[in-house]
């Protein structure tokens, strides 16, 4: 199927650790987006990559890393964890070029933070 | 800034009657203006989006929404609600030019009664 996927699906951890997310478009979309939806539902960018190259960021701690090894996948590795990292996390793609702006979103990654 | 209100937080509806949920932005330029809807535990669904021409668009499951630049507003419609319908609606702007992030209200729950 074609679509934007995430793994894990469900991530529990103790504060501190470090963990990844992955994502993966096989839409043929060259940008690439992470927004965090908090426990309000509330959505917000955090990053984008075009090509791999880091387009947007927003005002995310730095413990937030992006990496984008090819316009297929775009991960983001977050260090020390904190309590409120507890979120779920959306990975979109889109199109940029001749396209309509339309974002695709993957499944979300609900992190939990203990 | 760029923002979005939905000023409906929750909205409650009776199977098989009509839903308006209203959805008001402010950007500068012309808006590209989306509607999303994310079930319990799931991913952003696109209902509908509005880039140019006609102002009233038709989307998937039944619904429309209308573009009213004089009102900034691109209000959300469907004339007989299902209970199928019960979840939470995104308003959102994508920012023209560039690789535009999107930027979303903060959500509209809808309950259905049967």
């Known amino acids: 199927d074609t679509a934007v996927s995430q793994t894990p699906k469900y991530l529990v951890t103790q504060m501190g650790n470090d963990k990844s997310i992955k994502c993966e478009q096989n839409?043929?979309?060259?940008?690439m987006y992470w927004y965090k939806q908090d426990s309000k539902k509330f959505l917000k960018i955090m990053f984008s990559?075009?090509?791999?190259?880091?387009?947007i960021n927003e005002t995310v701690p730095n413990r937030f890393s992006p990496k984008s090894p090819d316009k297929a996948h775009l991960n983001l590795h977050i260090n020390s964890l904190e309590l409120g990292d507890s979120a779920v996390y959306f990975c979109?793609?889109?199109?940029?070029?001749?396209?309509?702006?339309?974002?695709?979103f993957g499944p979300g990654t609900r992190l939990t933070v203990l | 800034a760029q923002s979005v209100t939905q000023p409906d937080i929750h909205i409650t509806v009776s199977e098989g009657a009509s839903l308006e949920l209203r959805c008001n932005y402010s950007?500068?330029?012309?808006?590209?203006l989306f509607w999303y809807v994310q079930s319990p535990g799931q991913g952003l669904q696109l209902l509908l989006k509005?880039?140019?021409?006609?102002?009233l668009v038709q989307g998937i499951k039944g619904f429309e929404a209308e573009f009213k630049r004089s009102q900034s507003s691109f209000n959300l419609r469907k004339p007989s609600v299902h209970w199928s319908d019960a979840a939470e609606y995104f308003c959102a702007v994508g920012l023209s030019g560039g690789y535009n992030k999107l930027i979303f209200g903060a959500g509209t729950r809808l309950a259905v009664h049967p």
């Open positions: 990559y075009n090509n791999k190259e880091l387009i």
């Open positions: 979109a793609s889109r199109r940029t070029s001749g396209g309509d702006n339309e974002q695709f």
């Open positions: 839409l043929g979309h060259d940008t």
């Open positions: 950007y500068g330029a012309t808006p590209y």
């Open positions: 509005y880039f140019s021409g006609d102002t």
